[in-house]
């Protein structure tokens, strides 16, 4: 049996954010898988510190960062390096954008790269998990792709900074890179016809929750778009790195006549 509750201005109003969110993945944009590779170790790591602790961690250095577009675009190097503008009003992908986006922004408040207005910032690792798939790009890949990924060079970082790295090392470690916004790149193009999550921009990111202890941020997930479309606003809690996110998705292309289920 099912509850309905009358609509409400809230429910209107997460409708119309849903309505722009459709008409907003008409447009015509270029993607771009992002992903950056960076120093860690068991004191300087993202398990124990978090997005912020680690970023401002001493021993932090985002030492290379991969990008891959569906124009043929094929890059990796440091971030200072890339020409950022070419990201300029497009759709850029990360798979774990908590991790990706909030490093960018904190980057920019830093100045260890410029700030470019990009279309959108959407997450791959959300949609897989979301479309009922693995969340990791290994676990996710495989099953969609029946293809391995080998882990073992990021095992193999731990605690190595890139001076330090032979030629030998450094090429590997650029073609891991490479690999990942490759395969991110291929996830998105393979499930985009069948899901679509639009994703807001926050001041730093889903990360900025770490600076509040118990405080419960909203995912920046606003939308879906699935065929075919029921009309359900429901809420979706995970937690990622020790934090507890809190989705609301909404589901359907018409207008919200009904919240819950």
Same mark, same amino acid.
């Given at each position: ?5 009358a ?16 008409? =907003? ?39 290379? *960062?991969?990008?891959?577009g ?19 009003g ?13 490093? $960018? ?68 470690? !650029?073609? $891991? ?29 889903? =990360?900025? !929750?770490? !600076?509040? #202890?118990?405080?419960?941020? *909203? ?8 065929? #075919? #479309? #029921? ?9 990622t ?6 989705a ?14």
């Amino acid at each position: 049996l099912t509850t309905r509750r009358a609509p409400t201005a809230l429910a209107a109003l997460r409708s119309y954010a849903f309505y722009l969110g459709a008409v =907003g993945a008409t447009r015509s944009m270029n993607t771009y898988a992002l992903d950056y590779e960076s120093y860690y170790d068991k004191a300087c790591s993202i398990k124990t510190l978090g997005p912020l602790g680690y970023f401002s961690h001493p021993d932090f250095d985002a030492y290379l *960062m991969s990008v891959v577009g569906d124009d043929g675009l094929k890059w990796v190097g440091h971030p200072k390096d890339f020409d950022w503008g070419i990201l300029k009003g497009q759709r850029v992908l990360s798979h774990n954008a908590s991790f990706d986006e909030t490093l $960018y922004l904190f980057g920019v408040t830093k100045k260890w790269w410029p700030k470019v207005e990009c279309g959108e910032w959407l997450c791959t690792a959300d949609m897989a998990a979301y479309c009922g798939l693995p969340r990791s790009l290994k676990g996710a890949t495989i099953t969609l792709f029946e293809e391995e990924m080998d882990k073992s060079t990021r095992d193999n970082m731990k605690g190595k900074i890139w001076s330090d790295m032979t030629t030998e090392f450094k090429e590997e470690v !650029s073609e $891991y890179a490479l690999k990942d916004s490759e395969l991110c790149l291929k996830l998105w193009q393979h499930l985009k016809d069948h899901a679509y999550l639009k994703q807001k921009k926050s001041s730093l990111g889903r =990360g900025s !929750s770490q !600076s509040y #202890p118990g405080k419960r941020s *909203m995912l920046n997930a606003v939308s879906w778009k699935l065929n #075919p #479309p #029921p009309a359900w606003l429901f809420p979706v809690t995970r937690q990622t790195n020790g934090l507890t996110y809190t989705a609301r998705i909404i589901l359907g292309l018409k207008p919200l006549g009904i919240t819950g289920a």
